[in-house]
């Protein structure tokens, strides 16, 4: 094999491993995010827009770099990836376990980014229980991040797993004790990153209703 054959193979190797880190990192920041927002610890809301959207882009740019990843594992020629074997869970003959951990979280990541951008034509209801699998899709994310990577037994990466899994875990303990049960829809579901922008709308609603009812009271006197 010539040097430059061996550079090529290496780069989509270096590749897919830097966008399987990179997606990793930008969605245990997008779920901390989120949960700051839904636990309030960032404060009472209405936040500005940028707070809401930083949770989106975070979210988004992991769907993108999801996709380097995955993209470069299928040009990458050491360990043969074809469609079947990022598609299929359990049908990779490497590491069976450990890569279908993050083809399921795939799904999952792609379910919550198509259902948060059409967030406005959903039922809100639909919405919010797709946006709850963000949990299992970041439980599935790092133990994928743990058992399929090169750099499992680094210690350096090791510890930002479990750092980061250590404020997920907390932050979601927090959000069960402060947020309130989500009473918009009767739907039963807790408070989310979502509810800002929804209560803020809802808001302007009741707003709007009784600004009418007291113009409409006014014209019959
Ligand atoms: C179709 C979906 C996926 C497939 C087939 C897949 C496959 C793989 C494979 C084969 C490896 C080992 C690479 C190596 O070290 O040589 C790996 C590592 C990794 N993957 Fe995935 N993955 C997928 C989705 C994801 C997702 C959604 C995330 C996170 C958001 C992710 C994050 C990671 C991380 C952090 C590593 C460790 C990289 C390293 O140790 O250097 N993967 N993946």
């Not at 245990?28 to 959207?53: C, E, F, N, Q, Y």
């Not at 990458?76 to 299929?88: I, K, Q, T």
């Amino acid at each position: 094999m010539d040097t430059s054959t061996i550079w090529t193979s290496q780069l989509w190797w270096y590749l897919a491993r830097a966008g399987g880190i990179v997606a990793w990192v930008l969605l245990a920041a997008s779920m901390i995010w989120g949960l700051l927002l839904s636990t309030k610890l960032l404060g009472r809301r209405p936040h500005p827009a940028w707070v809401t959207d930083l949770h989106r882009f975070l979210g988004g740019l992991s769907v993108v770099f999801t996709a380097v990843h995955v993209a470069a594992l299928v040009l990458d020629s050491y360990v043969s990836f074809g469609p079947a074997e990022v598609l299929v869970p359990f049908a990779s003959h490497w590491r069976p376990a450990a890569v279908a951990w993050g083809v399921i979280a795939t799904y999952l990541l792609v379910a919550i980014e198509v259902t948060s951008l059409l967030r406005h034509r959903l039922p809100r209801r639909a919405w919010r229980a797709t946006h709850l699998l963000s949990f299992p899709l970041f439980g599935l994310g790092t133990l994928h991040a743990l058992t399929a990577g090169t750099d499992a037994g680094t210690v350096a990466w090791q510890l930002v797993l479990a750092m980061a899994g250590a404020t997920v875990l907390g932050l979601t303990a927090a959000r069960q004790v402060r947020t309130r049960p989500y009473d918009g829809a009767g739907d039963g579901l807790k408070g989310g990153p979502g509810d800002a922008t929804a209560a803020a709308g809802d808001a302007r609603q009741a707003q709007l209703a009784r600004a009418r009812a007291v113009a409409g009271s006014r014209r019959r006197r």
